[in-house]
Protein backbone atom coordinates (compact mmCIF):
# COMPACT_ATOMS: atom_id res chain seq x y z
CA UNK A 1 0.00 0.00 0.00
CA UNK A 2 2.66 2.29 0.96
CA UNK A 3 4.11 2.01 -2.83
CA UNK A 4 0.66 3.00 -4.52
CA UNK A 5 1.48 6.84 -2.92
CA UNK A 6 2.08 9.09 -6.03
CA UNK A 7 1.46 12.11 -4.57
CA UNK A 8 5.14 14.40 -5.06
CA UNK A 9 6.43 12.13 -7.38
CA UNK A 10 7.36 13.04 -11.49
CA UNK A 11 6.22 11.15 -14.01
CA UNK A 12 7.94 12.93 -17.11
CA UNK A 13 6.13 12.19 -20.80
CA UNK A 14 6.60 15.81 -22.42
CA UNK A 15 3.02 16.28 -22.74
CA UNK A 16 1.47 19.53 -23.42
CA UNK A 17 0.36 19.71 -19.33
CA UNK A 18 4.02 19.03 -18.87
CA UNK A 19 4.61 22.06 -20.63
CA UNK A 20 2.45 24.50 -19.03
CA UNK A 21 3.91 27.19 -16.59
CA UNK A 22 4.15 25.58 -12.91
CA UNK A 23 2.29 29.04 -11.76
CA UNK A 24 -0.94 27.67 -13.91
CA UNK A 25 -1.05 24.60 -13.07
CA UNK A 26 -0.70 25.38 -9.40
CA UNK A 27 -3.35 27.89 -9.61
CA UNK A 28 -5.62 26.56 -11.29
CA UNK A 29 -5.18 23.31 -8.79
CA UNK A 30 -5.75 25.90 -5.73
CA UNK A 31 -9.14 26.44 -7.58
CA UNK A 32 -9.92 22.94 -8.42
CA UNK A 33 -9.65 22.54 -4.45
CA UNK A 34 -11.16 25.12 -3.46
CA UNK A 35 -14.27 24.59 -6.15
CA UNK A 36 -14.09 20.89 -4.61
CA UNK A 37 -16.05 21.85 -1.30
CA UNK A 38 -19.08 23.91 -3.07
CA UNK A 39 -20.12 20.90 -5.24
CA UNK A 40 -23.64 20.15 -4.29
CA UNK A 41 -25.22 18.34 -6.96
CA UNK A 42 -24.40 15.45 -9.30
CA UNK A 43 -23.80 16.85 -12.20
CA UNK A 44 -21.02 19.18 -11.05
CA UNK A 45 -19.41 16.13 -9.84
CA UNK A 46 -19.72 14.78 -13.17
CA UNK A 47 -18.65 17.55 -15.03
CA UNK A 48 -15.16 17.10 -12.50
CA UNK A 49 -14.86 13.89 -13.49
CA UNK A 50 -14.79 15.49 -17.28
CA UNK A 51 -12.30 17.74 -16.66
CA UNK A 52 -9.84 15.20 -15.04
CA UNK A 53 -9.83 12.71 -17.69
CA UNK A 54 -9.54 15.05 -20.07
CA UNK A 55 -6.19 16.09 -18.34
CA UNK A 56 -5.53 12.54 -17.53
CA UNK A 57 -5.03 12.02 -21.42
CA UNK A 58 -3.40 15.10 -22.30
CA UNK A 59 -0.64 13.99 -19.62
CA UNK A 60 -0.21 11.24 -21.08
CA UNK A 61 0.53 9.50 -17.97
CA UNK A 62 -0.97 5.60 -17.35
CA UNK A 63 -4.15 5.56 -15.75
CA UNK A 64 -3.05 2.96 -13.74
CA UNK A 65 -0.58 4.58 -12.16
CA UNK A 66 -2.70 7.06 -11.02
CA UNK A 67 -4.95 4.99 -9.29
CA UNK A 68 -2.35 3.72 -7.29
CA UNK A 69 -2.65 6.88 -5.32
CA UNK A 70 -5.99 6.61 -4.52
CA UNK A 71 -5.83 2.68 -3.49
CA UNK A 72 -3.67 4.09 -0.98
CA UNK A 73 -6.08 5.58 0.55
CA UNK A 74 -8.91 3.19 0.35
CA UNK A 75 -9.22 3.20 4.15
CA UNK A 76 -9.96 6.58 4.66
CA UNK A 77 -12.31 6.86 1.83
CA UNK A 78 -13.89 3.64 3.46
CA UNK A 79 -13.93 5.03 7.06
CA UNK A 80 -15.59 8.91 5.80
CA UNK A 81 -18.40 6.56 3.98
CA UNK A 82 -19.23 4.82 7.00
CA UNK A 83 -19.26 7.50 9.35
CA UNK A 84 -21.53 9.79 6.99
CA UNK A 85 -23.79 7.00 6.00
CA UNK A 86 -24.78 6.01 9.06
CA UNK A 87 -24.65 9.13 10.97
CA UNK A 88 -26.35 11.74 9.06
CA UNK A 89 -30.35 11.97 9.90
CA UNK A 90 -33.07 12.01 7.42
CA UNK A 91 -35.32 9.69 5.62
CA UNK A 92 -34.67 6.22 6.74
CA UNK A 93 -34.28 3.58 4.00
CA UNK A 94 -32.32 1.17 5.87
CA UNK A 95 -31.97 -0.30 9.27
CA UNK A 96 -29.05 -2.69 10.00
CA UNK A 97 -29.87 -3.58 13.88
CA UNK A 98 -29.22 0.15 15.77
CA UNK A 99 -28.12 1.96 13.30
CA UNK A 100 -30.02 3.13 10.42
CA UNK A 101 -29.31 4.51 6.93
CA UNK A 102 -30.62 7.58 5.43
CA UNK A 103 -31.54 8.91 2.32
CA UNK A 104 -29.37 11.72 2.82
CA UNK A 105 -26.59 9.56 4.60
CA UNK A 106 -26.28 7.82 1.30
CA UNK A 107 -26.25 10.83 -0.93
CA UNK A 108 -23.21 13.06 1.68
CA UNK A 109 -21.14 9.55 1.81
CA UNK A 110 -21.38 9.13 -1.89
CA UNK A 111 -20.23 12.25 -2.76
CA UNK A 112 -17.87 12.76 0.26
CA UNK A 113 -15.69 9.78 -1.27
CA UNK A 114 -15.51 11.69 -4.50
CA UNK A 115 -14.65 14.55 -2.97
CA UNK A 116 -11.35 12.60 -1.56
CA UNK A 117 -10.86 10.64 -5.02
CA UNK A 118 -11.42 14.16 -6.99
CA UNK A 119 -8.74 15.65 -4.52
CA UNK A 120 -6.19 12.79 -4.94
CA UNK A 121 -6.22 12.80 -8.46
CA UNK A 122 -6.10 16.24 -8.73
CA UNK A 123 -3.23 16.76 -6.93
CA UNK A 124 -1.80 14.09 -7.95
CA UNK A 125 -1.98 15.33 -11.89
CA UNK A 126 0.19 18.25 -10.86
CA UNK A 127 2.95 16.69 -8.94
CA UNK A 128 3.18 14.07 -11.45
CA UNK A 129 3.55 16.91 -14.69
CA UNK A 130 5.39 19.40 -12.50
CA UNK A 131 9.56 19.34 -12.14
CA UNK A 132 10.86 20.06 -8.28
CA UNK A 133 12.67 23.24 -9.38
CA UNK A 134 9.40 24.30 -11.26
CA UNK A 135 7.22 23.20 -8.48
CA UNK A 136 9.83 25.76 -6.33
CA UNK A 137 9.97 28.42 -8.63
CA UNK A 138 5.89 28.32 -9.38
CA UNK A 139 5.07 28.36 -5.72
CA UNK A 140 7.60 31.10 -4.62
CA UNK A 141 5.92 33.43 -7.24
CA UNK A 142 2.29 32.32 -5.90
CA UNK A 143 3.55 33.48 -1.97
CA UNK A 144 5.18 36.66 -3.38
CA UNK A 145 1.74 37.92 -3.67
CA UNK A 146 0.66 36.62 -0.14
CA UNK A 147 1.17 40.19 2.31
CA UNK A 148 2.44 37.37 5.16
CA UNK A 149 4.45 35.90 3.52
CA UNK A 150 6.01 37.45 0.74
CA UNK A 151 9.17 38.45 2.48
CA UNK A 152 9.76 34.65 2.93
CA UNK A 153 8.56 33.50 -0.33
CA UNK A 154 11.63 31.68 -1.33
CA UNK A 155 12.63 29.57 1.67
CA UNK A 156 8.77 28.65 2.25
CA UNK A 157 8.50 27.62 -1.02
CA UNK A 158 11.58 25.36 -0.84
CA UNK A 159 10.23 24.18 2.26
CA UNK A 160 7.28 22.96 1.32
CA UNK A 161 8.71 21.35 -2.09
CA UNK A 162 11.32 18.93 -0.29
CA UNK A 163 8.61 17.83 2.27
CA UNK A 164 6.11 17.15 -0.78
CA UNK A 165 9.15 15.43 -2.78
CA UNK A 166 10.11 13.47 0.85
CA UNK A 167 6.49 11.87 0.95
CA UNK A 168 7.82 9.15 -1.73
CA UNK A 169 11.42 8.57 -0.48
CA UNK A 170 10.28 8.40 3.09
CA UNK A 171 7.16 5.55 2.02
CA UNK A 172 10.10 3.52 0.08
CA UNK A 173 12.31 3.75 3.51
CA UNK A 174 9.40 2.76 5.37
CA UNK A 175 8.95 0.05 2.55
CA UNK A 176 12.45 -1.34 3.20
CA UNK A 177 12.24 -1.44 6.92
CA UNK A 178 9.26 -3.42 6.60
CA UNK A 179 10.66 -5.84 4.93
CA UNK A 180 13.91 -6.19 6.96
CA UNK A 181 11.23 -6.51 9.84
CA UNK A 182 9.66 -9.37 8.04
CA UNK A 183 12.64 -11.08 7.21
CA UNK A 184 13.24 -11.36 10.84
CA UNK A 185 9.49 -12.68 11.72
CA UNK A 186 8.03 -9.42 12.15
CA UNK A 187 4.49 -9.60 11.73
CA UNK A 188 2.22 -6.55 10.75
CA UNK A 189 -0.99 -8.13 9.57
CA UNK A 190 -2.60 -10.18 11.96
CA UNK A 191 -3.82 -8.91 15.55
CA UNK A 192 -5.91 -6.59 16.86
CA UNK A 193 -5.62 -2.77 16.58
CA UNK A 194 -3.34 -2.28 18.96
CA UNK A 195 -1.06 -5.22 18.59
CA UNK A 196 -0.44 -4.24 14.95
CA UNK A 197 0.26 -0.34 16.47
CA UNK A 198 2.78 -2.17 19.24
CA UNK A 199 4.15 -4.17 15.97
CA UNK A 200 5.00 -0.74 14.19
CA UNK A 201 7.58 0.34 17.15
CA UNK A 202 10.53 -1.39 15.66
CA UNK A 203 9.71 0.58 12.35
CA UNK A 204 8.99 3.77 13.89
CA UNK A 205 12.46 4.14 15.66
CA UNK A 206 14.46 3.39 12.24
CA UNK A 207 12.49 5.67 10.53
CA UNK A 208 13.22 8.47 12.09
CA UNK A 209 17.18 8.34 12.42
CA UNK A 210 16.77 7.59 8.91
CA UNK A 211 14.40 10.55 8.31
CA UNK A 212 17.20 12.70 10.21
CA UNK A 213 19.87 11.31 8.30
CA UNK A 214 18.47 12.27 5.08
CA UNK A 215 17.50 16.04 6.09
CA UNK A 216 21.02 15.97 7.55
CA UNK A 217 22.53 15.23 4.13
CA UNK A 218 20.48 17.67 2.50
CA UNK A 219 21.32 20.39 4.21
CA UNK A 220 25.13 19.88 3.98
CA UNK A 221 24.72 19.68 0.52
CA UNK A 222 23.23 22.96 0.07
CA UNK A 223 25.73 24.39 2.60
CA UNK A 224 28.34 22.95 0.63
CA UNK A 225 26.74 24.46 -2.80
CA UNK A 226 26.55 27.68 -1.03
CA UNK A 227 23.10 28.17 -0.73
CA UNK A 228 21.72 31.22 1.23
CA UNK A 229 18.01 31.19 0.56
CA UNK A 230 15.96 33.90 -1.87
CA UNK A 231 19.76 36.05 -1.55
CA UNK A 232 20.45 37.14 -5.09
CA UNK A 233 19.65 33.45 -6.24
CA UNK A 234 19.24 33.20 -9.81
CA UNK A 235 17.91 30.23 -12.10
CA UNK A 236 19.56 28.14 -14.81
CA UNK A 237 17.06 27.37 -17.53
Known amino acids: MLKDVTIGQYYPTGSVIHKLDPRTKILFTTAFVVMLFFLNNLWGYLATFVILATITLLSKIPVGYII ?26 ATLGPLTVTLEGLKVATYMALRLIFLVVGTSIMTLTTSPIDLTDGMEWCMRYIPFVRRYAHELAMMMSIALRF ?71
Open 167 to 237: IPTLMEETERIMKAQKARGANFETGNIISRAKNLIPILIPLFISAFRRADELATAMEARCYRGGENRTRMK
Open 68 to 93: RGIKGLVLIIMLTVVLNLFMTPGTVV
